[in-house]
Each structure stands twice: as C-alpha cells, then as structure tokens.
C-alpha cells in the first residue's frame, strides 16, 4: 500500500514517540526529526542522530528521499528510529569516547559501537513482535505502565528492570 509523504512523516512520528516513550529517553531528551537531503547523511544512510555533549537534545536527520522511493519497507524504517534512539541510551559513552580518542582508535570504536546498536535495535523489535504487542497508539506503553504499577520495577537511566524473587532452584 503506497502511503503519501506526509503519511510516511507522521507514521515515522509515531515510531519516534511510542519506542521514545518505551525506552524512557522522551522524558530525558527533547529529540526532533529533520528531512534531510541524502547529501547531508553518510552513504546510503535512512537516518543520523546528532546531539551536543551535555545537553539532552538530538536531532535525527531523516534521509527525505525514503518518503517517496521504495527502497526501504516499514520495517527498515522502524529499525532506524530504534537505532537512532539507541545511540541516546549510550549517549555519556558517545560523549566520552568523542573527548578522549581520536583517528583509528575512535574510528574502530564507532564501528564496534554502531555493531551493537544495530543488534540491540534489532533484538527490542523482535522482542516486541514475538509478543504480538506492536505499538498502536501509545496502548501497549499504557499497558507497560499498568503492569509496572503491579510488579517490582527498577528504573535506571530510562531502562526498566524487572525484579524477580522466589526463582525455582534457587
């Protein structure tokens, strides 16, 4: 189903707002999207989240010709939401890294990192699909907090912890 521009902008609004909220960066971080021309971006990149050390504000800059080619599916495009928003979890390591290395070592570190993120972007999606819990709406992020109300949770740096007690065996 072909969506108009417009459509495919709010679509990437919702994903940013609802894996945001998920995640706990949105009440950390002010993030905005930008539509980019593809010159702006590396090579063949969908998205590239920015953000000055010490402050809590980024911008992904979102490759615009994604809203009118075919080159990309849903999927795709949620991956790199997720995997934009991943860099801010790690954001004081980014800022860190940026301070203290520099040339090959901090080329190789940015390569190593961008690795993990795209696995732990990868890994939160497929998490969320094998319980049939796609975002609609902000409701399962409702439902998160119903059962968080409910259960033992630990909440650190935006990532939540389920605390498990009277394990079998142990």
């Not at 732990?120 to 059962?147: E, T, V």
């Amino acid at each position: 189903m072909k969506r108009s521009q417009e459509e495919t902008k709010l679509l990437i609004q919702s994903w940013l707002e609802d894996w945001g909220t998920f995640l706990g960066i949105l009440n950390q971080w002010t993030v905005t999207i930008e539509f980019v021309s593809a010159k702006k971006l590396q090579k063949d990149s969908v998205a590239e989240i920015d953000w000055p050390p010490n402050y809590r504000k980024a911008i992904i800059h979102f490759n615009k010709s994604c809203l009118s080619q075919h080159w990309h599916t849903d999927e795709e495009l949620e991956q790199s939401i997720v995997h934009e928003l991943c860099h801010l979890l790690f954001a004081d390591l980014w800022d860190t890294a940026r301070k203290y290395l520099d040339g090959p070592i901090f080329d190789e570190f940015k390569n190593e990192i961008e690795k993990a993120i795209d696995i732990q972007a990868i890994i939160l999606i497929r998490m969320r699909d094998a319980g049939q819990n796609k975002f609609k709406s902000n409701s399962s992020i409702r439902k998160s907090k119903k059962l968080a109300a409910k259960k033992e949770i630990i909440s650190t740096n935006g990532i939540q912890i389920k605390l498990i007690e009277n394990l079998p065996g142990v």
